[in-house]
């Protein structure tokens, strides 16, 4: 595990293992998620890799009833529209991820804050395993 | 603390110019470019000739997607007769033009050139909903594109984040939505020119012909919550928050100060100008504010020596209605969470204390992304000389206006303050 670089590939290489990892800086302890190379906070240390335990809470959202293509294929439309949101991990890092277990149909009823748990979402794409990040309530 | 920056010298606006914002069946790229050229050259009172331009700035985002035709320098300058002086493109997703504007102002600072002409443009019409929106798409930030996020949808959880912190609500998102269609049928210009209230009586005539059920609202918010009449896109964003696809061109004739009474009896000059970059949504230490923007508006006050409440009215990027309330928020003209409570109390309409977007804003007047930042300009320019007509900012002696445009989802922001002396 070491030895995979702090790239968007690894990162989504995990997703596919369900691993939800990000990097630390060994310097000022800062900690990204996705990953990052080089640590915008102190320019000086080093990365490491951490595992994140997937548990967070809702910070922002919406609920989305034209979505892209790729939505689309999966069923979603004007009358089925699924909700995105951004999750605030209990590690501190926060995460765009699709949320799953709510009504987005009627959005009100949807809280922020509400406790997460993360769920790794599998399609087969061209061939390819492709791993889409979630989460559901806890 | 942003450094405070000045000019190796100045530069004034001597002619500007903006093509109708719209859906165009029947004219392109170049047609629109003439049309806004040809607005610029006329408001020139002294005269220019187009030999006499030394550069030429162009601003587009993506008409490689949206046309399937890319370098767009080249081919503005060959319509408008500057070939072969250098023509170059500038790319900030919808913030392009007013980077344009920047190369254009940095070119003449530093002494390099003396006339430059700089510009924007976008041809979207031509391509269905769907393909323009995965256009726009490719100016989010990848992770959130993964997680199904759309341009609405980053702003709907924007929305969301703003109202569970500041406690506002939906309606308070109607109230930009209205005054921006009460400014727009002022604007001969602007894409929309219904107010709330005249499309809702459009609605109920049009039923009463077809011999279909009359739906009678009781007021626009009334209008505004029927899901019917206006259908949601990313909740808490609808269709009334969003800004439309749209065709069209903007530029500016920029020229150094002290040539620029050969051009022109009236010019407008550059006070101070910021441009700030953004992180992804994710990135951000609170979702309520813009951190480029807020740069940028540090960087132009630096410069101009100029403060928040000497702004006496302001075009903001309000591609959808929330934005609208983060950008008034950012310049400082409110404090955190105060916008939206300013613009409930009409503040930011065109009598207020305040007049934000007279143009219609982006909701009304139209966002051919690429065209947007220098046709804010316009707005400024045009205010600023007293030649607005029935949306004049009715201050006495108006001097000082301000252009915030803003490209992604907050990736590139820039605010610009123009003056009139």
Redesign the interface.
Known sequence: MQERPFS?ISYEQFLNEERLMGSRCTQCNALYV?PRPICVECHRGDMSWEEMTGKGKL???????????F?IAEGYH?KN??C???VELEEGA?????IEGVD?KN?ETIK?GLPLSVKFLHRKEDESLKT??AFRPS | MVKKRKLGRGVAIVGAGMSKFGMFKDKDSKDLFTEAFNEMTASVNKGIDPNDIDALYLGNFSNDFFMHQSHWGPIIADIIGTVPKPATRTEGACASSALAFREGIFAIASGFYDIVLVGGLEEMSKRT??EV??GL?LATV?????????F???F??????YF?KYGANREHLMNVTIKSHNNAPLNPKAQFKLTIRDMMNVKVESAKKKGLPVTEWIDEKDFLRDPRAN???????HLYDCCPISDGASCMLLVAEEIAKNFTDAPIYVAGIGQGSGR????CKD?TYFEATRYAAQEAYGMSNLKPEDIQFAEVHDCFSIAELLHIEDLGFFEPGEGYKAVADGLTRLNGTKPINTSGGLKCKGHPVGATGISQLYEVWTQLRGKAGKRQVPIDDLRVGGAHNLGGTGGTCTFTILERR
Do not use: K, N
């Not at chain 1, 926060?94 to 699709?98: G, I, K, L, P, S």
């Not at chain 2, 709907?156 to 984040?161: E, F, K, P, R």
């Open positions: 968007d996705p910070s922002a959202f919406t609920c989305i009833a034209i979505g892209p293509s939505m004007r529209p699924y995105s949101g951004v926060r995460v765009d991820a699709r987005p959005p922020i889409y990040l | 909903t769907e929106a995965e798409a990848p992770y959130e594109g993964r997680a199904g996020f759309t609405p949808g980053v709907g959880a924007i929305a969301t984040a569970e259908p949601v896109v990313a909740w808490p964003m992804g949504l994710h990135a979702f």
